[in-house]
């Protein structure tokens, strides 16, 4: 189901950072744990991160190994937002990318897409020079 909204796509410069944003209409985020998938042209979907609820207190993130110390989760509950700063910037981060919950309050310890009820339309990000 199509139902969360990403934002902050575009076309950026390798070594550059981007902010996207995940939110949504209707009803709250700030119970459900939040994925991020991207999605590389001629390739699968691959899950790179999730935020944990914050609802208890604080949040707990989980990135893949591959975009560990330049991937970022956040959240801001007033604002019904995760967002997923990317830093240095890669050829390799060029994809779709789709935020999705499987409406549980915390992770996965495996990230399938087929887990996911409710997803983003999706936002390009293009790394090019």
């Known amino acids: 189901q199509v139902s969360l909204v990403e934002a902050g796509g575009g076309l950026v410069q390798p070594g550059h950072s981007l902010s996207l944003s995940c939110s949504n209409y209707g009803f709250s985020l700030n119970y459900y744990a939040i994925y991020w998938f991207r999605q590389a042209s001629g390739q699968e979907r691959e899950a790179v991160s999730c935020i944990s609820s914050n609802a208890g207190g604080s949040a707990n993130t989980w990135y893949v190994d591959s975009v560990k110390g330049r991937y970022t989760l956040s959240r801001n509950n007033t604002k019904n937002s995760i967002y997923l700063r990317i830093d240095n910037l890669k050829p390799e981060d060029t994809a779709t990318f789709y935020c999705?919950?499987?409406?549980?309050?915390?992770?996965?310890?495996?990230?399938?897409?087929?887990?996911?009820?409710?997803w983003g339309q999706g936002t390009q990000v293009t790394v090019s020079s």
């Open positions: 999705a919950t499987d409406t549980m309050t915390n992770c996965r310890p495996m990230m399938r897409d087929t887990a996911m009820n409710y």
